[in-house]
Every structure is written in C-alpha cells, then in structure tokens.
C-alpha cells in the first residue's frame, strides 16, 4: 500500500514562491510515476507535472519555466518548487502515485491561495 501525505501549501502573494512536498509510504516510491495535480474553484482537476522513476519530467504549458518536479528516493518524497506564483495558480494540489496502469493513489490535497 503507498500512502500519500501533502504539506507546504499556504497563502503568498504573486510573484512569490512555495514548495510543496509529498511524503509517500511504502517501499516502491523509486520504482513508480508520481505527478503533481490541482483543482480550482469550479474547475476540473488537472495536471501540473508529472516525474517518472528515471527522472523523465513533463509539465503543464500554463508552468513551464515556473515550477520544478523533483523527488528524492531516499527519503520517499516528491516536491514541487513553485516560483513566480499567480492567481490563476491557486488551487488544491495533490499528489498522485501511478503505481500499475489500473492502480494510483492519491493524497488529500494542500490548499495553494496567491494574492494579486
């Protein structure tokens, strides 16, 4: 079982910057796809990045050049540096854990306000 705990979410201003983490139990985090996902006010859940096991990073166009997926298999955590921050980015991020083509978890979510 991999369970998923979301932490660094918070309210910061445009232009700012915040880090999110996702610490992931279990002993297979090196060996799945992890990804960064949010959810606006009345909006769809949609993709921000996603991270293979080999390090292979894909972002959504509205964050390039803005945000960072990275994971450190040592610790079983993935993180998302987000810089430059806008309103338009706030939002619930979760994580997510892709562990089998039929298979994934999902965390609770963090709550991300950016001010204007």
């Known amino acids: 079982q991999v369970q998923l705990v979301e932490s660094g979410g918070g309210l910061v201003q445009a232009g700012g910057s915040l880090k999110l983490s996702c610490a992931a139990s279990?002993?297979?985090?090196?060996?799945?796809?992890m990804g960064w996902y949010r959810q606006a006010p009345g909006k769809q859940r949609e993709m921000v990045a996603v991270i293979t096991s080999g390090g292979s990073e894909t972002y959504a166009d509205s964050v390039k050049g803005r945000f960072t997926i990275s994971r450190d298999s040592a610790k079983n955590t993935m993180y998302l540096q987000m810089n430059n921050l806008k309103p338009e980015d706030t939002a619930v991020y979760y994580c997510?854990?892709?562990?089998?083509?039929?298979?994934?978890?999902w965390g609770q979510g963090t709550l991300v306000t950016v001010s204007s």
């Open positions: 997510r854990a892709i562990i089998r083509s039929y298979l994934e978890r």
């Open positions: 279990g002993s297979i985090f090196s060996t799945i796809t």
